[in-house]
């Protein structure tokens, strides 16, 4: 057996989440979803000041949402 798996009750062997990033019904999220998710909290903390923007395409994204009156989810959920 891998070393992946923890021993269950009795006999029965079950996967380990440990150290995996689940989602609220505690479901093992995709690489491609923890990536969405981060990307999105990190334009969203430039946007509101918290975090500088280093990059030349996050002074572009935090120039257009100056531009805007949106609030910082608004302006996410059209961001490209």
């Known amino acids: 057996m891998p070393n992946t798996i923890n ?17 609220k019904s505690n479901n093992p999220l995709g690489y491609g979803e ?9 334009r969203y903390n430039i946007l509101i000041n918290r975090w ?14 100056k531009k805007t009156k949106m609030s910082p989810d608004e302006f996410l959920d059209q961001w490209k």
């Open 7 to 23: 021993q269950g009750t009795g006999g029965t062997f079950e996967p380990s989440l440990a150290g995996h990033y689940c989602d």
């Open 34 to 42: 923890i990536n969405r998710k981060c990307t999105r909290k990190l």
């Open 52 to 65: 500088p923007a280093d990059k030349p395409e996050e002074v572009h994204m935090l120039r257009e949402f």
